[in-house]
Structure formats: structure tokens, C-alpha cells
């Protein structure tokens, strides 16, 4: 989404020069319109004047275009064209605090045996199921994860003879059952995060998974519930 929010943002500077300003340079209207986007599109203003100031050599820009970005700011609101972003406004509208990841988890885990080969986690899991990240067990405990993506780092020949144990990420993203919500988003957005988070108990037994999307499912039908219950209250008066 970035350059095309660069691109339509220096557009519509542009357009707006010749159509309305009637101005004889477009530079800065472009320049500002280029700022505008990338501030509204990722709530990142500052980021988006240095970019803009610094591509284009101009600046002179700098005041007009932080005075853009900050208007577009405040103006788009919520909206961001962020994955990350816009889970942490829900969030944070919705009062997702003091909930713990048990509630929000999935139970139904599909974990695969370190001892397998890596064709038969492709032949018997990857190829009927639609995750990226699979834990990997061994003796019940979960001792990594492998990606779909670690197919294509080994050629086919070697398939049969690698252990999916072997291949393993051995970083294992692990979060307590009873840990905030809070704390597995800001584990789910870090930088290196695998956008999965698995829930381990003291044992190391693996007890469920929880990603964003059911982070987000699960405030989806909290807010359903709580329209009901608004609902249900208007009757009642």
C-alpha cells in the first residue's frame, strides 16, 4: 500500500495545483499531497515528511507538508492501512483489556512429530491444511516450529531423508494461558514475530495457538454479544 498511497497522494497535489490553485509549479502541492496519504495511510506523519523531504529534495517543504500530514492525521481517524495498526485500534476501542489469551485461543492444534520426514509433513499435513506455522513435537513437548516456506529450501530429493526436527525453527513463540491479551498482541507485532503465538503449559504440553485473526474473531463476537444485550435492553424498557 505504500506506493500507492505515494503515488495517488502526488496525484492529487497535482490535480489540485492545476485544477484549483492554478499554481505554475506543482512541486509542492504534489509534495504535500505525497505526505498527506502516507501520514493518513500509516499513521506515521513525521516518517512520512522525512520521506517525502528527503526524496524529493525539497526542504522547503518540511512546514506545508507537516501541516498536511498532521490534518490528515486527525482526519482519517482509526483507519490505517496496517494489519498491526488497525488490530490495536480495535483493541483499544473495544476495552480489550484484563482478558486473559485462554478466551481468545484455539485448542484445536495441529502439532507434527520431529521424527517425521519433511515429505510426510507435506504429503500428510501442509497439503490439507491452510496454516503457515506448525509446532513441532517430540515426546509430547513442543521443541519448535516449521513453516510451510521450509519446503522450499529443501530440494525434493532431500524430503525423505530430513527429519522435520531437523529442520525445525527452534524459536518457540510461547505465551501462559493466563497471560493478558495485551501482551500476546505486543508479542504477535514485534518485529520478528512468526504472527503465531503458541500457549505452553509449565510441562510443556501445548495447550492451544491464538494469532491476530482470533484475537479479532473473538472481539467480533464480543461486540455481537454486547449489541445483543444493548438490544435486549431497549425491549426490556
Request: with cysteine.
Amino acid at each position: 500500500m505504500f506506493v500507492p498511497l505515494f503515488l495517488v497522494g502526488g496525484a492529487i497535489g497535482s490535480a489540485f495545483a492545476q485544477s484549483i490553485a492554478h499554481a505554475s509549479t506543482f512541486d509542492l502541492y504534489a509534495a504535500v499531497g505525497m505526505a498527506s496519504f502516507i501520514a493518513a495511510g500509516y499513521k506515521a506523519p513525521l516518517t512520512a515528511v522525512v520521506f517525502v523531504a528527503e526524496t524529493t529534495g525539497g526542504h522547503s517543504f518540511l512546514i506545508p507538508s507537516l501541516i498536511g500530514a498532521a490534518c490528515a492525521y486527525a482526519i482519517s481517524g482509526e483507519a490505517s492501512a496496517s494489519g498491526d495498526q488497525r488490530l490495536h485500534e480495535v483493541v483499544k476501542l473495544y476495552g480489550f483489556t484484563g482478558v486473559a489469551v485462554r478466551e481468545v485461543m484455539r485448542g484445536d492444534v495441529i502439532t507434527v512429530d520431529a521424527n517425521a520426514s519433511i515429505r510426510e509433513f507435506a504429503d500428510s499435513i501442509a497439503a490439507h491444511h491452510g496454516h503457515v506455522n506448525y509446532p513441532v513435537a517430540e515426546n509430547g513437548r513442543v521443541i519448535g516450529t516449521i513453516s510451510v516456506a521450509a519446503l522450499g529450501s529443501l530440494t525434493p530429493e532431500r524430503w525423505d531423508a530430513t527429519r522435520v526436527g531437523d529442520a525445525a525453527n527452534r524459536n518457540v513463540p510461547a505465551i501462559g494461558a493466563e497471560a493478558d491479551v495485551a501482551e500476546a498482541l505486543r508479542m504477535l507485532a514485534g518485529e520478528n514475530s512468526q504472527r503465531i503465538l503458541f500457549v505452553i503449559a509449565a510441562n510443556g504440553e501445548i495447550r492451544g495457538i491464538v494469532t491476530g485473526g482470533d484475537i479479532l474473531r473473538s472481539l467480533q463476537t464480543r461486540g455481537a454479544r454486547g449489541n445483543h444485550r444493548a438490544g435486549e435492553n431497549i425491549r426490556d424498557e
